[in-house]
């Protein structure tokens, strides 16, 4: 029998991963509809068109794709690793044979699962409740698969990296998400980018946040709208650069820092 591969300890693990989850009914409700509520709020407090064929809806489902990512990526894990450190599973697993990489594999997975999902859910009551206009090219959709990759890599490696700066489980939710809310505002979810403040503009383009948002909006949005961006294009080569480069940044600090158990 040939000997287990990282790989294949970490999609092991990663199915481990998403059972556990989805055992937690209270995470599950609150993580997949957590995003549909808030499109249900905005989308009826918010129903005029903010541009020509663009309805706020349109522009907010955008939104929330890329701050769903965030959430399930870099703010959950953010949060849970700490947990996990603290009430000494990471310790548990450090004494076996599966690698650390093996770990990471197996937080992307279920990242990649709980992303699937709640896309599919918010799409299907955008399209069912709220007018919602789905990509009509296939040009369209294969943009919205990489977003989904890149995105879903890059914030999944930046909260493993992040998992190391609160000093507990406990108090990891206070550290993490303020820094989350503060990007989803500057970053155009909740409101219109160009509406925003310049130098909140300024401070967004620095985290990556801000250029999925956009990349959703080059998926969801008509190309005529990207005349209405800061840079009166959807700049998507700048958005997969930036992405990657945080990726990089991200995976460098995460193989770096991470540790199986408190100092």
């Not at 991963?17 to 957590?34: D, G, I, Y």
């Not at 903010?50 to 939104?63: E, N, P, R």
């Not at 890599?153 to 493993?160: P, V």
Request: one cysteine or more.
């Amino acid at each position: 029998m040939s000997k287990p591969t990282a790989l294949s300890i970490g999609i092991a693990r990663g199915g481990l991963e998403v059972k556990q989850f989805m055992r937690q009914r209270e995470s599950v409700v609150f993580t997949m509809l957590f995003p549909l509520i808030l499109l249900a709020i905005f989308g009826s407090v918010f129903s005029n068109s903010i541009a020509d064929g663009v309805t706020f809806s349109q522009y907010f489902v955008a939104g929330m794709i890329a701050s769903g990512l965030v959430n399930t990526g870099f703010q959950q894990l953010a949060i849970m690793i700490p947990m996990e450190r603290e009430f000494g599973t990471l310790k548990r697993l450090r004494g076996t044979p599966m690698p650390a990489s093996s770990y990471f594999i197996g937080k992307a997975i279920l990242v990649t699962v709980s992303m699937l999902i709640q896309v599919f859910l918010l799409l299907a009551a955008g399209v069912a409740f709220f007018g919602v206009n789905l990509p009509t090219s296939a040009h369209k959709w294969l943009l919205l698969a990489a977003l989904l990759i890149l995105g879903s890599a890059c914030s999944t490696i930046l909260g493993i990296a992040f998992s190391n700066v609160p000093k507990s489980g406990r108090g990891a939710s206070a550290v993490v998400s303020p820094v989350v809310i503060v990007l989803q505002f500057f970053s155009g979810v909740f409101f219109i980018f160009t509406d925003l403040p310049h130098w909140m503009q300024q401070v967004a383009a620095i985290f990556p946040l801000k250029w999925l948002t956009q990349g959703m909006r080059s998926v969801f949005l008509p190309d005529t709208f990207a005349a209405q961006e800061v840079a009166k294009s959807w700049e998507g080569g700048r958005t997969a650069i930036i992405l990657f480069v945080w990726l990089v940044v991200g995976l460098f600090f995460a193989v770096k820092t991470f540790r199986w158990e408190n100092k």
